[in-house]
């Protein structure tokens, strides 16, 4: 598993629905599920928004949410909200027998 | 709610070593496989190790694969991190991540507990 790709940056207005791609997915693990995508502000942790593809951790607001096809993997934010600026990575298993999994290079939202 | 304390971190001078700590609190440590995921300055997530349970088995990211070695203290809810022959690359925030469930090998959903603890490597 090389790589994932991810756009620098996505913008867009409050209220707005903005989706993120993450490209170079291995379809094996796209389609077993074994992708996840973490919300990171200005000097905190990441937080998990989305495991399994598609699916919320408890407490995550359901604006956010998560799908897949053929080797890319999307988080869809809807109703854009100014919190919502952060950056945005997603993780793959990587196959490997030492590497076990690989982040995409991150996406910059910004909340106009 | 999920606590980890990293611990560690600190200035040392290329081909150095240091030993990063994690202690974890109020979950059951010894169920949970863990990791370490480093940021470099301004940049993106790197997954750098993982380690079962049980401790028997670990994973190492191509970039520190012989020079890391991670272990755990199952008795005292304890990651440990040794970083050997450390590089300027290797300057990073340091995280440690449980993982979201038990027996979760292949899915990458971690939960970070912590704030992390900073490593830099410079002369």
């Known amino acids: 598993q090389s790589a994932l790709t991810q756009p620098a940056s996505v913008s867009g207005s409050p209220g707005q629905s903005i989706t993120i791609s993450c490209m170079g997915i291995?379809?094996?693990?796209?389609?077993?599920?074994?992708i996840s995508w973490y919300q990171q502000r200005p000097g905190k942790a990441p937080k998990l928004i989305i495991y399994?593809?598609?699916e919320r951790p408890s407490g995550v607001s359901n604006r956010f949410s998560g799908s897949k096809s053929g080797n890319t993997a999307s988080l869809t934010i809807s109703g854009l909200q100014t919190e919502d600026e952060a950056d945005y990575y997603c993780?793959?298993?990587?196959?490997?027998?030492?590497?076990?999994?690989?982040f995409g290079a991150g996406t910059h939202v910004t909340v106009l | 709610e999920v606590q980890l304390l990293e611990s560690g971190g600190g200035l040392v001078q290329p081909g150095g070593s240091l030993r990063l700590s994690c202690e974890a609190s109020?979950?059951?440590?010894?169920?949970?496989?863990m990791s370490w995921v480093r940021q470099a300055p301004g940049k993106g997530l790197e997954w750098v190790s993982a380690?079962?349970?049980?401790?028997?088995?670990?994973y190492y990211a191509d970039s520190v694969k012989g020079r890391f070695t991670l272990s755990r203290d199952n008795s005292k809810n304890t990651l440990s991190l040794q970083m050997n022959s450390l590089r300027a690359e290797d300057t990073a925030l340091y995280y440690c991540?449980?993982?979201?469930?038990?027996?979760?090998?292949?899915?990458?959903?971690?939960?970070?507990g912590g704030q992390g603890t900073l490593v830099t490597v410079s002369a």
């Open positions: 993780c793959s298993y990587a196959g490997s027998s030492s590497t076990l999994y690989v």
């Open positions: 991540a449980k993982d979201l469930g038990v027996d979760r090998y292949g899915y990458p959903d971690f939960d970070f």
């Open positions: 291995s379809s094996d693990f796209v389609n077993y599920k074994l």
């Open positions: 109020q979950f059951s440590f010894h169920n949970y496989a």
């Open positions: 399994e593809a598609t």
């Open positions: 380690i079962s349970a049980s401790g028997e088995s670990t």
